[in-house]
Each structure stands twice: as structure tokens, then as C-alpha cells.
């Protein structure tokens, strides 16, 4: 399935810490995309979104494809997946080279993002994505697609993406034994953007915080291309675990209290209430009072913000964050996150709902589920372009295959 979006199914897996999530989308007569298959099950194997128990991320896996593959009514064959985890590492590097007939050819731009992509990798590590920021022909304006432009010299900025080479193995080795052939592999906090981002905010000046269940992953956009991105090892599970600790509670319990009765500013937790939770043996119950729930979440959030901010500070990033902070990913939904966020970050911040060119259904609108729309329009967008640059003849195509192997052009 889906060797071309002439095929018409596309099928994404997003391998998140805390759940699988598989998407079916087929194109319909008239361009039109919809949503045909839809798959979830509790992911057991992961921690802080890297694979540490095969056995159990591959039935994870096989329960979610089994429910997407019966509701879309056909076999799943090969899918993009999203990666994570603190394994992952990125770098800004440049490349130039000499334009060779006076117009940049897609072969130039091809070469120009190897050269940025020659660099000494540290050992175990491989290359995810290479990114251009931007292009300079004879070293004047900066220039986002450079295709046609005449000149002799062609240089390029670019955002690289490293991952450990035995984590990248272990996703697709447990994807593959679920049954699927691994297509792609796309950094998460990417498809996240594609799809919660609008376009003006990506040219403007723009951040997506995806806060997921083991970690929480960063990208910063401007001119409508990537310039930071950083995967935080904090994000919803620790909140559960302090919890779970603070109130003498079992895991289930906190998960449960903190979705329902769980805030992250004082301010928002006013109200006056006592809530019933298990005690850690699962025998008794014990009452607790609102206040000592704030007093274990408020600083875990601000930990995880302020990890955020001082990355900022950090990298320079200020100023291109122009419009603001968008969360999204499972932890977005924490009550009182996006005041506390908007006052420590002293700026915009909204949280960031699935932004799709499709119908979704209301059980899926939510942002726990931004990773694997993202991943949906970004294999659908990577094979309408292989489609045209599979008009531009067999040279060129020749050329494109190579750079395949390690190139994601989101642009
Ligand atoms: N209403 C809610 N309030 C607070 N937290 C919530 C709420 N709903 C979900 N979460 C938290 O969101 C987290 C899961 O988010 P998500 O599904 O985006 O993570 P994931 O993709 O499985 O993990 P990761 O991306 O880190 O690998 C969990 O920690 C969960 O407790
Ligand atoms: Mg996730």
C-alpha cells in the first residue's frame, strides 16, 4: 500500500509513550482526503518515547493496526512513523556549491544539502532530516525556494536532525515484525507543527511544545522554515508519578485525579474541593484536598516550562518567537497550563488542536492526536512531490532517489 499517493491510502503510526496511534487516509475522487481507518492501543513498551520492551511495543503495535486495519476494511502494508526520545540531537550546518548551468536545477539544490549534510556524525548516530532554513545565491538575500533563480554560487543554511542508530533500528524493527513496512520516519514535534501551525505562524515567527506522556518535544519555526528543535526529557507521566508519590496513590488513581481534578496555576484551582483517591495498595481509599494536588503539580509544570524558557534564553530563540507558543500532545490539556505558560513565557500561548484539511470525527479532535494527523499530511505532501518530480524525467528522479534515503524536504 501506498507506494504513490496514486494509490490512494496512505498510513501513519504514531509511537508515543503512552498510546499507539494508527491512521488510514484515502483520496478521494476530486482530491478530497478521509479519514477510513483509525487504530489505538495503550503503549506498554516505551519509555520517554524510546523503545525498551520489544515484545510489548509490537503487540501495542498489532492491537492498533488489527483495529485500524478492520475499520478501513484492508490490509496496512507500509506506514511513516514518528520518532522521539532524548536520543535526539540537532545542529545547524552549511553547504554551498557552484550553480552549474546558470539556473538552479533540482540537481543543485540536491547537491548543495549534501555538502550541508557533510559533517562528522558522532558514532552511533545517523542522520533523520536535513532541513533548509534558507538559500543564498551569490551571496545576496535570503531566498526560501531557490528553483529557476539564475546565478553561480549556491549556498545553503540547514537544520540538522540526528537519532541513535539503535533506537531508529528498534522502532522500525517493531513496526516490521507487527507486520508493516516502514516508509518513512519523521521526527514528531515536525508532523505535530504541520498540523497545528497555520501557515502565517510559521512564517511570522512560531513554537509548538508538544507535551506528550515521556517526553516533550520543541521545534521553533520563522519564514516558514525550521530554525530549533529539542525533545525534553519531562512531559505528562511525570506529573502522574509525582502524583502518585506525593499522595500515596496508585498510578492508575493519579493518572485519573490529574484529568480530572488536576491543575497546573493556584489560581485556577480556587475551587474548594476534597477528592477521593485509592491508597498505593489499592485496598482503601483516603480523601485529599485540592490544595495538596496543586502543591505536587504547579512545580512539575513550571519545572517543564522552565526547562523550556532557559532553551530559549539559551539558543537565542526570542526573536523568532513572534506570534507566540502553541502546545499540543496530551499534556496541552492540564488544566490552568496555558495561563501559567502565557506568564512565565511572557507571551501568547494557545493550545494547539489538530488543524487538518479533512473531516475528523469529535472523538479524534482532540491535540493527543496532532502527531499522527501531522504524520498523515506529511506523507501525503511528500508523495504528491515525488509524483511531480517523478514527471521531471529519469535524471532527475535518479538524483531525488539517492538523496531519498535521508532527505525529508518539508518545504
Ligand atoms: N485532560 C488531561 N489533563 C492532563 N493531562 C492529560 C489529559 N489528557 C491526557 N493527558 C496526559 O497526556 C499524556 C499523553 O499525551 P500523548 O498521548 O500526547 O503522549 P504520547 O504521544 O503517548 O507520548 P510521547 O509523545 O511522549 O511519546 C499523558 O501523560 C496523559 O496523562
Ligand atoms: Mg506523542
Redesign the pocket.
Known sequence: MAKGFNDRIVATI??????I?VLVAKQLDGQEIEIIGCGKAP?DG?S??VVVDVAKTIYSIRAALKEAELMAGMPIESVTVGI?GSHISSLNSQGVVPIKRGDIREGDIAAVLAAARAIPIPDGQQVLHILPQYYVIDGRDKVIDPLGMHGIRLEVQAHIILGAIASVQNLVKCCESAGVTVQDIVL?QLASALCVLSEDEQKLGVAVL????????FAVYQYGSIRHTKVLPV???H??NDIAVGLCTTLKDA?RV??EH?TAGSEEAMQDEFIEVEMVHGEQKQVVHSSDLIRIIEPRAQELLSIVHDEIIKRHLEHFITTGIVL????S???GIQPLAEKLFDMPVRIGHPKVPFSIPDSLQ???Y??GYGLLLHTIKKLKANETSDLHGPLIKKVFNRMKAWMVDFF
Request: aromatic residues 2%; hydrophobic residues 20%; contains cysteine.
Open positions: 504514531d509511537v508515543g509513550t503512552t498510546k496511534c503503549s516505551l520517554k518515547g522521539s514528531e508538544d507535551i506528550g506522556g515521556g517526553t516533550s518535544d512531559a505528562g507521566n506529573f502522574t493518572e490529574k484529568k488536576g499540543t500532545g496530551g499534556g490539556l492540564l488544566k482532540s491535540p493527543i496532532a502527531t
